[in-house]
Structure formats: C-alpha cells, structure tokens
C-alpha cells in the first residue's frame, strides 16, 4: 500500500516566490495534517482537514500561509509571498480519525524540505 | 493545556542492550492516546507505537515496548536488543480531546557497536 505522498521532496526557492507543497493521503483515510518542523520551534500543527473541510488553522503562522483540500486524495499548501524564516521540513500526514483508537494513527509522508533564500 | 515532556536530550546504548526513553504528559482527558515516532537522519516521520489511555496491557510491536503508568502519565518507550538501525530521533506525542497530536522535543539515541 502507497503511504503518504508529498512533493517536492526538495525545494530551493527566493525570497517572495510561491511556493506550493502537494500531499496525497493515504487512500481511505479522512483527516489531514499539515506540520512544520524547525529545529527551534520542532514539529508544529500549522492545520488540519476532516472529510476535505478545514477544522483548525489556528497553527498557520500568518495570511502568507494557506492549505486547501479539494477532494479526498489531494491537499497543497502555499507560500506566497515566501520568506527565509519559512524555511524548515514540512510533513503532510494522514488518518482515519477513528477517534482514540490505533486506527487514528497518523502516518506522515517523507516531508518537503523548503529553503528560502 | 497537553503537554508531552521528554526530558533526555540525548541517549546511549550499545548494541545488543535494552534503552528506556522517557515521556511523561499532563492532560486533564480522560481519553486519550499516546504514541511514539522515530525519525532517522533520513527524516522521515515513523510510527512505532501506540497506546490508548483505557488499554489495560501495555503495547507491544516487535522490539519495541510502552511503559504505560497511567497514574504516573508516563509512557516510557523501551526498546529491546538494540541495534545500530535504530539510532535515531524519538518522539513522544498525545492525542486528546482534540484531533491534534502533540508532540515532545525528542530524544536522541545512538546505538554503538
């Protein structure tokens, strides 16, 4: 069975370009997490969708930083316009949303690395 | 407020032997899950282990073990027969009341020959 898919896996871009990360979810699964990981600020929840509705955006840093899902088996994250300080691993991970249960494991996918310049 | 509190930076083991990687949260739910990740220098995101809060025996996956002391809310990873595949970062992380999965500073293992 395919995990979660992201890409790019790598991504070098400048200061003020757009940049947009894609996931592909696991099939079958009805949540969806966007997170950030930096070495200062470690792994944070920037969003995550139910059923391809937002329900918490409350971790995206500010109006640059927005996430849509428009169907089961796709979500993108965009930067625009994108900034050194946005530069860190962001990770796309999926679940069933069985809730407390081992089923409501989240599975990450490999994580884009972005570098802003 | 959750919160996950891993207190060892960094851990040595040499190969063969069993590791202790702590965690301890504090939630006010009655309900909740915790879990373990690893993430290798590669920087994948791996699931290991999972434990519910009314689970009555502690998980078990292969070599890897949770340490659940609900009244201590601790839930320490043990890792048997250590190997030098799993040098790694390791996380702890809850899910409570909320869809949201929150996550320890990690710590650090490297297993020596």
């Known amino acids: 069975d395919a995990g979660v898919i992201q890409s790019p896996r790598h991504e070098v871009t400048e200061m003020g370009q757009e940049v947009t990360l894609r996931c592909k979810p696991i099939?079958?699964?009805?949540?969806l997490f966007w997170y950030r990981q930096t070495m200062m600020r470690g792994l944070e929840l920037l969003i995550y969708?139910?059923?391809?509705?937002?329900?918490?955006d409350s971790g995206m840093p500010e109006d640059r930083f927005s996430a849509k899902m428009p169907n089961a088996s796709f979500s993108t994250l965009k930067i625009q316009p994108s900034e050194p300080r946005d530069s860190a691993v962001y990770f796309c991970?999926?679940?069933?949303?069985?809730?407390?249960?081992?089923?409501?494991?989240?599975?990450f996918g490999p994580g884009t690395r972005l570098t802003v310049l | 407020a959750q919160k996950i509190t891993q207190t060892q930076p960094g851990m040595f083991v040499q190969e063969k032997e069993a590791v202790t990687l702590d965690c301890t949260y504090d939630?006010?739910?009655?309900?909740?899950?915790l879990f373990w990740y690893k993430q290798p220098s590669s920087g994948e995101m791996i699931f290991l282990i999972y434990?519910?809060?009314?689970?009555?025996q502690n998980a078990t996956e292969g070599r890897y073990s949770l340490n659940f002391q609900k009244a201590r809310k601790s839930a320490n990873l043990v890792i048997s027969a250590s190997q030098l595949g799993d040098s790694a970062m390791y996380f702890c992380?809850?899910?409570?009341?909320?869809?949201?999965?929150?996550f320890g500073t990690g710590t650090r293992l490297q297993v020596f020959p």
């Open positions: 969708f139910n059923n391809n509705v937002p329900i918490d």
């Open positions: 434990q519910g809060s009314y689970d009555e």
């Open positions: 099939s079958g699964h009805n949540s």
């Open positions: 992380a809850m899910r409570g009341g909320t869809d949201k999965l929150i």
């Open positions: 939630t006010s739910d009655q309900s909740y899950g």
């Open positions: 991970a999926s679940s069933s949303a069985i809730r407390l249960a081992r089923a409501d494991t989240q599975y």
